[in-house]
């Protein structure tokens, strides 16, 4: 497994130089967490797993920002039982000033986001689950040793966490999604490791939720997963109005390995519970005369936005590097068509009560289809004239032998 800075992906490095790291003190919780995108906006806030940290959802953060969506991504403080990371997340709202969220949660997030929807209902909006669970009988009945799992070293601690990671060989890109998250898991201290599973040997379930089924979007992957099969059924069967939104493949950690997808279902439900983007606060984005946002993290992005006017100066005085934030990456010129798309997708998605499959995953395997179709005909086409040839020429052979004989 690779791990450490050197090796983290260009993409990663990007954007830890582009989006700020914030940590404050609740209590006696320590928060950490990432947040970007115009804060007028309702935000996505994503709870990683037992094995996750705020880092990981950070190609999430870069695409639906530039997007206009405020996404938030949140580090599990230390918390020991349920109610204790009710109240505290409760805290955390109250501290960043958000009343009504959007929670996006895997694995172990997946349930906490259930559990906070149970308990506070009035600030959860909509619910995106994936690869979670509903109750915790089969973990903590799993882990005999969860009494003492505060005095367990460190290294033991990490041992059980990666040990539901598949080590086998595996596509690259869920090979790669794999190395990140263990990069993080040795980022995490032993007490941080020791309440996440606390968290999860604790014997609760979730009880009924007050949010509406269409609320709800459970996003899967369909092959190797840690959490079994049972546990992510009993969540279909608990909302069976839901929407579904299957991943082919993407492992443990699909938000790293299948980012376009993930961000795709992300998207249309933020559309689809009426989330309203706002592309037009997005510093470098095209917009009539608007300059940068008051809203964005760091007011001083508006150096960025005259840098047309500061051009035929940067010689004499150049921008302060600490007090601008540059803007993530712009957006492909696509972006407009893609957003038509899922509007589409949306439509077609209400109407028929149905799951949709990303258009960019549709045409991905149609051309695919096509090159195994065109490859197939090219080599029955070789076959057919090498067989010809060796039929003449084994009947030259034939021939030449009988008028030698002759």
């Known amino acids: 497994m690779k791990g450490g800075v050197l090796s983290a992906p260009g993409d990663?490095?990007?954007?830890?130089?582009?989006?700020?790291?914030?940590?404050?003190?609740?209590?006696?919780?320590?928060?950490?967490?990432?947040?970007?995108?115009?804060?007028?906006?309702?935000?996505?806030?994503?709870?990683?797993?037992?094995a996750g940290t705020a880092d990981?959802?950070?190609?999430?953060?870069?695409?639906?920002?530039?997007?206009?969506?405020?996404?938030?991504?949140?580090?599990?403080?230390?918390?020991?039982?349920?109610?204790?990371?009710?109240?505290?997340?409760?805290k955390f709202l109250d501290a960043i000033d958000v009343h009504h969220i959007h929670l996006y949660g895997t694995a172990l997030g997946g349930?906490?986001?259930?559990?906070?929807?149970?308990?506070?209902?009035?600030?959860?909006?909509?619910?995106?689950?994936?690869?979670?669970?509903?109750?915790?009988?089969?973990?903590?009945?799993?882990?005999?040793?969860?009494?003492?799992?505060?005095?367990?070293?460190?290294?033991?601690?990490?041992?059980?966490?990666?040990?539901?990671?598949?080590?086998s060989p595996q596509e690259p890109f869920i090979a790669d999604s794999v190395d990140f998250v263990v990069s993080q898991v040795e980022t995490l201290s032993r007490?941080?490791?020791?309440?996440?599973?606390?968290?999860?040997?604790?014997?609760?379930?979730?009880?009924?939720?007050?949010?509406?089924?269409?609320?709800?979007?459970?996003?899967?992957?369909?092959?190797?997963?840690?959490?079994?099969?049972?546990?992510?059924?009993?969540?279909?069967?608990?909302?069976?109005?839901?929407?579904?939104?299957?991943l082919k493949s993407g492992g443990d950690f699909p938000f790293l390995s299948r980012p376009d997808e993930v961000n795709l279902h992300l998207q249309l439900h933020?559309?689809?519970?009426?989330?309203?983007?706002?592309?037009?606060?997005?510093?470098?984005?095209?917009?009539?005369?608007?300059?940068?946002?008051?809203?964005?993290?760091?007011?001083?992005?508006?150096?960025?936005?005259?840098?047309?006017?500061?051009d035929k100066r940067d010689s004499e005085t150049p921008p302060p590097a600490e007090s601008a934030e540059p803007p993530l990456a712009p957006e492909a010129t696509g972006s407009h068509d893609l957003d038509n798309q899922l509007l589409e997708m949306a439509k077609l998605s209400d109407d028929t009560g149905e799951s949709v499959t990303p258009p960019l995953e549709n045409s991905f395997f149609r051309d695919k289809q096509n090159l195994l179709v065109s490859r197939a005909l090219l080599n029955v086409t070789c076959e057919f004239f090498i067989l010809n040839m060796l039929y003449l020429y084994l009947g030259n052979c034939t021939l030449t032998g009988n008028v030698a004989a002759m």
């Open 12 to 50: 990663y490095i990007y954007f830890k130089s582009q989006v700020p790291l914030h940590k404050i003190p609740i209590g006696s919780k320590q928060w950490r967490y990432y947040d970007f995108g115009p804060k007028v906006v309702p935000p996505l806030i994503c709870l990683p797993g037992i």
């Open 56 to 90: 990981v959802y950070y190609k999430q953060i870069m695409s639906l920002s530039m997007k206009g969506y405020r996404v938030i991504s949140v580090d599990i403080p230390r918390a020991w039982n349920n109610h204790e990371w009710i109240q505290a997340f409760e």
């Open 111 to 167: 349930f906490l986001a259930q559990l906070f929807a149970q308990h506070r209902p009035r600030r959860v909006r909509s619910l995106v689950l994936s690869n979670t669970f509903v109750e915790t009988t089969s973990f903590s009945a799993s882990m005999p040793w969860a009494p003492i799992v505060g005095w367990t070293p460190a290294f033991i601690l990490k041992r059980h966490v990666l040990s539901g990671i598949r080590d």
């Open 191 to 246: 007490e941080d490791l020791a309440s996440r599973l606390t968290l999860t040997a604790d014997a609760a379930s979730v009880g009924p939720l007050l949010l509406p089924d269409s609320s709800i979007t459970l996003m899967d992957t369909n092959d190797y997963c840690a959490t079994p099969q049972s546990l992510k059924d009993q969540v279909f069967e608990r909302y069976p109005g839901a929407r579904r939104a299957y």
């Open 270 to 310: 933020l559309r689809r519970v009426g989330v309203e983007a706002r592309p037009d606060l997005i510093p470098g984005a095209p917009k009539d005369g608007s300059g940068g946002s008051s809203n964005e993290p760091n007011n001083g992005r508006k150096a960025a936005d005259d840098s047309s006017e500061n």
